[in-house]
């Protein structure tokens, strides 16, 4: 592996995807000074910046994941075969209790390296596992130490779970406030602060769903809530108490109505898919990608959790395509007159639309100049790639983890020509290891034996 390099940098010979329609790509050279993008252009001058020969290559915006709930890394892909309410009941209920603050510096750190590798450099990671001021400082520490660029979005515990749940009475953790005054007070850091709330239909219903978005608007932070999953219309619902907002990133949507995506785009508000998830597990089915499309928003897509997704949105973009083809061929009904995904729709929810929907778009989500240099570059004269009619097409049809090159975050790159940097990512995988081998003999997961693709959530 040749040096990594640092400083200045001169990105000469890529195909460059700027994902900004102001900024004209294709064969241009890319510069970064200071951590910044600050020209994208031909015969760019290499005047004491490292040349970066990117023959071969495309260039573009790091992918942005809008929704993953990263402490679940460490139970990879155990929830594959099971609905939602197996993976609720054993990795939610019985086991994320018995996570220690250490525990969870490991289950975040394996889960970010593991998006760094996949070429994702931004993170919104819905954390509900605040089961104490020690374990949440634990998961942020992993956050900083990956690398990349985070959204910590401060959720609730795990404990007692239930008591915060559906029924619930009680309001948003108060200790939200300390962690934003405490532990991350910087809106302008690498790792910055959203309230991931209950939202009005997984948590006490719609009165308490307003108390706590303004709990959070009183912190300055932005909320994010799951919405659609018991076809209840909680938008609605935020919408009659004047609640909606800019502020507001609306997560999954499977049930959501048309309507509730239309007062969502009135309020200036976000929306995102998961589309894997929303096409395998039952109880979130189905993605709802083009009816938000539809409604004139701009989705941002994620991943969700690896209990049962991949860490890259490669997969989650394929996913996105083929749950949207399927549903159209079905005939459901609002469905026919939507128009076609298309690659280009995906890679732009992909990246500059997740940027958005997170809040970030002024510092990342483009290959534009003043914004961090959050840059990517995948191998275009792989193997499985090789040759290219359209390079957008090829990387949503035919793109994995393994073609991404390198991955720079504010001009620092974690992954260079194919090797992850991260010194400890051998030992964080064996620590996991052992925690998973700890929890699951201690209690293993017996899930309670639905048939596969069928789920109570299901409605
Ligand atoms: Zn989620």
Redesign the pocket.
């Known amino acids: 592996m040749s040096d990594v390099p640092e400083g200045n940098l001169l990105i000469r010979g890529a195909h460059v995807l700027t994902q900004d329609p102001h900024v004209a790509g294709g064969m241009v050279d890319v510069r970064v000074e200071a951590g910044k993008i600050v020209a994208v252009g031909p015969n760019l001058p290499d005047a004491n910046a490292r040349v970066i020969d990117a023959r071969g290559t495309v260039l573009m915006p790091g992918f942005v994941d809008t929704?993953?709930?990263l402490w679940s890394s460490i139970f990879r892909f155990m929830a594959i075969d099971w609905g939602y309410n197996d993976y609720y009941e054993i990795v939610q209920i019985q086991y994320s209790p018995r996570l220690t603050p250490s525990d969870l510096y490991t289950a975040n750190l394996l889960g970010a390296l593991s998006a760094i590798d996949a070429g994702v450099t931004t993170l919104r990671d819905?954390s509900h596992v605040q089961n104490s001021p020690d374990h949440t400082a634990e998961l942020v520490r992993a956050l900083r130490d990956s690398g990349m660029r985070a959204v910590f979005a401060y959720g609730w515990p795990s404990i007692d779970l239930l008591s915060w749940q559906f029924e619930s009475t009680k309001p948003h953790p108060s200790d939200m406030r300390r962690a934003r005054e405490e532990l991350l007070r910087d809106d302008s850091a690498l790792v910055t602060m959203n309230a991931m709330l209950r939202g009005p239909e997984l948590g006490g219903g719609p009165d308490l769903a307003v108390r706590d978005i303004e709990f959070a608007r009183e912190l300055n932070i932005r909320s994010s809530m799951?919405v659609g999953h018991l076809k209840e219309p909680g938008i609605e619902w935020l919408d009659d108490r004047g609640a909606l907002g800019p502020d507001l990133l609306f997560?999954?949507c499977p049930a959501t109505t048309d309507h509730e995506f239309e007062l969502v785009r009135d309020s200036g508000g976000h929306v995102q898919a998961?589309p894997w998830?929303e096409s395998v597990m039952g109880g979130?089915r189905p993605p709802s990608t083009a009816r938000m499309l539809n409604a004139g928003l701009k989705p941002g897509l994620?991943i969700?959790?690896e209990t049962g997704a991949a860490s890259d949105m490669f997969n989650v973009m394929r996913a996105a395509l083929a749950a949207d083809s399927l549903m159209h061929k079905l005939g459901q009904t609002d469905f026919e007159k939507l128009p076609w995904l298309t690659s280009s729709d995906v890679l732009e929810a992909a990246t500059i639309s997740g940027a958005a929907a997170a809040g970030l778009s002024d510092r990342t989500g483009s290959v534009t100049p003043g914004k961090d240099a959050d840059l990517i570059l995948i191998r275009m004269d792989d193997i499985n790639l090789f040759p290219v009619t359209d390079p957008t097409k090829a990387i949503v049809a035919g793109g994995h983890p393994g073609n991404v090159d390198t991955v720079m975050v504010a001009g620092r790159i974690l992954k260079w020509e194919g090797k992850l940097l991260h010194p400890a990512w051998r030992s964080v995988q064996q620590d996991a290891q052992v925690i998973l081998s700890r929890l699951v003999e201690q209690s293993p997961p017996v899930p309670a034996g639905y048939v596969p693709g069928v789920d109570k959530w299901d409605q």
Do not use: A, C, Y
Request: hydrophobic share 25%.
């Open positions: 929704h993953r709930h819905e799951h997560l999954h998961t998830i979130v994620g969700d959790t």
